[in-house]
């Protein structure tokens, strides 16, 4: 995939990794954009090529009372004033094959949920839409596996296709990440991108809301780029812990510049062996 076709991507240095970066979910306008600004100065500084990251809506919760969003519409209009503030493209997840039209009216990247990595008919309708489709490999998957879903979208004629590793399931409460994956799902000719804040979840807590393990972001996002992802995923936000989705493996928004001038610095060494 090049990442110069994904309308409004800056900085396509091909010596640096990509980042996808934003809230687990839009929460309101002013919460998005003071988000997005943040990363954009960082990214241009940086020269990272950024992607803003939302979803309009959560699908996928453990109780019937947790956050799902603050309208289909609502969300994706603010997802589109993000792209137009900022002249950023914008990623977000969809969660059924009629939700592949409507996303992509307002955003660049369609993002397949890694627990709905197998389904044809979203994989199909997002790949019909032309846009990029980011597919997150199941937490149940081998990484060899997701060829399967790859070639579900290059068979309806669309090349424009991401893989994002989110970490494995190891036992009930844990995520694992085999760095084995990164090179092997790149056999398949694509970007793999390594998701490190939902590789730190710690799902299915007794509560009924998922934990995480922040303090190792830097660790695992460290490893990602030694073995040679070419992107990052990374939530971020404000107030971590209160958000309204996911808070417990995000990271603070204080955070990243210094975590992601680090990492540039590792991938310019990496870059000269």
Excluded: W
């Excluded at 943040?38 to 109780?63: D, H, M, Q």
């Excluded at 494995?168 to 799902?185: C, E, K, L, S």
């Excluded at 972001?217 to 996911?246: M, Y």
């Amino acid at each position: 995939m090049d990442l110069n076709k994904i309308p409004r991507i800056k900085h396509t240095n091909s010596n640096n990794f990509f980042l996808l970066a934003g809230p687990c979910a839009i929460e309101g306008e002013d919460m998005a954009l003071r988000i997005a600004e943040r990363a954009v100065e960082i990214t241009n500084k940086l020269e990272i090529p950024y992607i803003f990251k939302g979803s309009y809506r959560k699908a996928n919760r453990s109780r019937i009372d947790s956050f799902s969003g603050i309208g289909d519409e609502k969300a994706l209009k603010i997802l589109r004033k993000v792209s137009e503030t900022f002249d950023v493209p914008t990623v977000t997840d969809i969660h059924a094959a009629d939700e592949a039209a409507m996303a992509a009216e307002y955003v660049d990247v369609l993002q397949i949920p890694a627990f709905l990595c197998r389904q044809t008919d979203l994989l199909v309708a997002a790949a019909k839409t032309g846009k990029v489709v980011n597919i997150k490999k199941g937490q149940f998957l081998s990484p060899e596996s997701m060829t399967f879903a790859v070639n579900k979208v290059r068979d309806m004629g669309n090349d424009q296709v991401v893989l994002t590793d989110r970490g494995t399931m190891f036992g009930y409460q844990d995520m694992i990440v085999d760095y084995r994956g990164i090179p092997a799902m790149q056999k398949f000719d694509v970007p793999v991108v390594l998701d490190i804040t939902h590789s730190l979840q710690q799902p299915n807590q007794t509560s009924g809301v998922t934990g995480g393990k922040p303090e190792l972001i830097e660790t695992v996002a460290r490893a990602g780029i030694a073995v040679g992802a070419d992107g990052l995923f990374i939530e971020t936000h404000f107030d971590p812990a209160n958000a309204k989705s996911d808070g417990a493996n995000m990271l603070h928004l204080d955070l990243l510049e210094g975590l992601m001038t680090r990492l540039v610095e590792i991938r310019k060494t990496i870059v000269q062996f």
